[in-house]
Nanobody, 123 residues
Framework: QAHVVESGGGSVQAGGSLTLSCVAS????????MGWFRQVPGMEREFVAG????????KYSDLVKGRFNISRENAKNAVYLQMNKLKPEDTAIYYC????????????????WGTGTQVTVTS
């Protein structure tokens, strides 16, 4: 069972940048595709970006494509989200989780969501 801890959020003006980090425990991390999700209170959690467990395959929500970049460092059990050209609508709590690559949903055997990291973008 993977456990995750997110960090790196903060408050930034529109147009600015932030880099989020996620460190996962669990010996199977290197075999998992990983993803970033975000949630605004009262709304469903939505997929933001995903990265395969090997070969560096990536995928993005249309809302962030061209502005965000996901990467991973398997030696550190870490996955990152570089966010550029931030917009007020990017304001949310960001979470990471292992994903099912095909439909970008969290793995059905993953239940240990972290507390997330708050990103606030002001206009």
């Amino acid at each position: 069972q993977a456990h995750v801890v997110e960090s790196g959020g903060g408050s930034v003006q529109a147009g600015g940048s932030l880099t989020l980090s996620c460190v996962a425990s669990g010996r199977l991390f290197n075999s998992y595709s990983m993803g970033w999700f975000r949630q605004v209170p009262g709304m469903e959690r939505e997929f933001v970006a995903g990265i395969g467990w090997s070969f560096g395959l990536t995928k993005y929500s249309d809302l962030v494509k061209g502005r965000f970049n996901i990467s991973r460092e398997n030696a550190k059990n870490a996955v990152y989200l570089q966010m550029n050209k931030l917009k007020p609508e990017d304001t949310a709590i960001y979470y990471c989780a292992p994903i099912q690559w095909g439909d970008s949903t969290p793995r059905t055997d993953f239940h240990s969501w972290g507390t997330g990291t708050q990103v606030t973008v002001t206009s």
